[in-house]
């Protein structure tokens, strides 16, 4: 049985039963049951005929092992982007264009032909080399608008290997930008260049085959100097980018964790928590958090290991206050709020109370504002918290105002900014705190709107940024609910505005205020008047919340 | 391939509507061509009885 060899990138053969690299740990063999002519009943047998220690076990069988951990670190790598889709490089149609993978197998002594460089079409060694950059990176066309980070010095990397090796092999580097960020990169640069690598700013456009010598005629606008180019090579290396790894979907519903928009794994801060990921007891190392060169993944990695370390030595962990707590009374056993938890924290079985799992729970509320009955609420942030907040807020002069909720990582620090950054923007508004945007439940907005309130603002967090793994997005849902109902009541769906603003925003803020406060004078007194009226809460049905208290102003003290 | 549906969007701060492709299941955060604000709503089709 004779396949393809993944490790060597299909340039040589395996057997069935192989060692997957020459630096695999354990380095023993692996017999692939895909490939192997079966074992039950055994048809082949003649490896185990062969193996005097008679190591071959055709009985042993796939297990799911199943391990209770105190910390999980995901570390699954990456995937290498397949250049097929780019028609204009010719990967599917000249054999002498490579990618950076299978160029890497070629020149390495461990490789296919023994470290002896020669080109697929005639096993003849090139002497005229062009290396394209960026294929699959930078590039919104092909969904990869993020920099892989490694392949720049990959390819210098190669360069310097290739002048070591064939003194006489001359090389060509397309590119866009040189990236040399870190040690003595700079350094290899420029001994890259020293040693006879030519660098042309410009990616080529198009890629042709001579069908005599199978030498490849590069077409390539020089942006420095402004001029079209071709150069006639022997061999073309594609210096391909990275993407998330296949299994990212299935690992990141398994552990509740969130991506970005790029695909990879969103850590818990970027600054302060960088190898956390949101989910506690997550950590994240390599490339599955972003494109990294090994020696940020072995940081990473052992950053990972200390925090994971740390955890599980600690003994206890602290909790934030701030977590859900289910009212069993109240509880109608719907499992609603465990449906929403982005982190899994709530516990539920049809028909049973759920309970909440405090060391999961995250504190983003959204369970507590999903919940029709009020049986599930957030500590000191509660529905009767925010409630007083919103009466107190819109107790006197309620036309006067724009009333905003604000999530607490994003927004209200938006809000912050724009106030130290010293930015104007009208006084009208009054911003309430809650921890998430999904917080906010439909309850609070049309308590804001019974008040009197001419317009309510919702915010929270950039979807890449949600704090709480993607718990805005029911915020979305939510708002998207209460603009069916406030048109259904009769009142103007645009006085219910959704904004994300991120911390760094300041200027958005300001912006979006300014726009409410416009929006705030087309809303007549009538308009309020009959919010108030067609929004009325119906009595019992919300039997957690008590019903909106009227505000009673304190007696004046006598004197 | 996910299925994609041409949808039909509006904006609750400017009043402009545009129409858009939503591929199904995606998480994307929507925000008004016109004047960037976020306040995006998804018009929903209505289905119609036929007799």
């Given amino acids: ?559 | 391939m996910a299925e994609t549906t041409i949808e039909t969007f509006r904006c609750m701060m400017c009043g402009h509507e545009y129409q858009e492709p939503v591929v199904k299941c995606e998480d994307k955060e929507r925000s008004c061509p016109k004047c960037r604000s976020n306040s995006i709503r998804h018009l929903k089709k209505r289905v119609t009885k036929e007799d």
């Fill in chain 1, 1 to 559: 049985m004779v396949r393809p060899d993944e490790f060597q990138m299909g340039l040589s053969s395996r057997k069935a039963i192989y060692i997957q690299f020459p630096q695999a740990v354990p380095c023993s063999y692996i017999l692939n049951m895909d490939d192997c002519l079966g074992n039950n009943p055994i048809a082949c047998g003649k490896c185990a005929d062969a193996c005097d220690k008679r190591a071959i076990n055709y009985d042993d069988r796939d297990q799911i092992i199943t391990r209770e951990v105190g910390a999980v670190v995901v570390a699954i790598g990456l995937d290498v982007y397949d250049p097929t889709e780019l028609d204009e490089y010719g990967y599917t149609r000249f054999e002498n264009v490579i990618s950076s993978m299978e160029f890497e197998r070629l020149i390495c002594a461990g490789g296919p032909t023994g470290g002896h460089f020669v080109r697929p079409s005639d096993q003849e060694r090139p002497t005229r080399i062009g290396f394209i950059q960026c294929v699959g990176s930078r590039n919104p066309k092909v969904g990869r608008p993020y920099c892989s980070n490694i392949c720049c010095m990959n390819t210098i990397k190669d360069t310097l290997l290739l002048a070591d090796h064939y003194p006489d092999v001359a090389n060509v580097v397309f590119y866009q930008d040189i990236r040399a960020v870190g040690k003595s990169f700079e350094d290899m640069f420029q001994r890259s260049k020293e040693a006879g690598t030519r660098y042309v700013r410009g990616l080529p456009g198009e890629i042709e085959e001579d069908p005599e010598t199978r030498n490849l005629v590069v077409t390539v606008e020089n942006t420095t100097s402004g001029k079209l180019e071709r150069h006639e090579l022997e061999m073309v290396v594609l210096s391909v980018g990275v993407q998330p790894a296949k299994d990212m979907s299935r690992i990141a519903s398994m552990l509740t964790l969130s991506r970005t928009s790029d695909g990879f794994f969103m850590e818990s801060h970027p600054k302060l928590k960088p190898v956390d990921a949101p989910t506690r007891g997550v950590f994240l190392a390599g490339f599955c958090e972003s494109p990294k060169d090994i020696k940020d993944s072995v940081c990473q990695a052992g950053a990972a290991a200390s925090r994971a370390g740390a955890l599980l030595n600690a003994g206890q962990i602290t909790i934030e206050a701030i977590t859900s707590r289910v009212d069993e009374v109240a509880c109608t056993r719907c499992g609603v709020c465990a449906k929403v938890c982005p982190y899994g924290a709530i516990v539920w079985k049809k028909g049973e109370v759920a309970s909440v799992v405090e060391a999961a729970c995250a504190g983003c509320g959204s369970c507590s504002a999903s919940c029709q009955f009020g049986a599930i609420t957030m500590r000191h942030f509660t529905d009767e918290q925010i409630l007083a907040q919103v009466h107190a807020v819109l107790a006197e002069d309620p036309q006067d105002k724009v009333f905003a909720f604000a999530c607490n990582w994003c927004s209200y620090a938006g809000g912050d900014m724009a106030g130290i950054s010293r930015m104007t923007y009208p006084a009208s508004n009054r911003v309430v705190r809650t921890m998430c945007s999904a917080r906010v439940s439909e309850e609070m907005v049309l308590e804001a709107f019974r008040c009197g309130a001419p317009v309510v603002l919702v915010s929270g967090c950039h979807f890449a940024d949600c704090h709480y793994i993607n718990a805005n997005r029911q915020t979305v849902q939510r708002v998207h609910k209460l603009w069916d109902k406030l048109e259904k009541a009769g009142v103007r769906p645009e006085r219910l505005q959704l904004e994300w603003i991120s911390a760094a925003e300041g200027q958005k803020f300001a912006k979006v205020m300014r726009q409410l406060e416009e929006l705030r004078g087309t809303v007549t007194r009538d308009e309020i008047e009959h919010a108030r009226e067609a929004l009325k809460a119906k009595p019992g049905k919300r039997p957690g919340v008590r019903a909106a208290e009227p505000v009673v102003e304190a007696p004046a003290a006598q004197t």
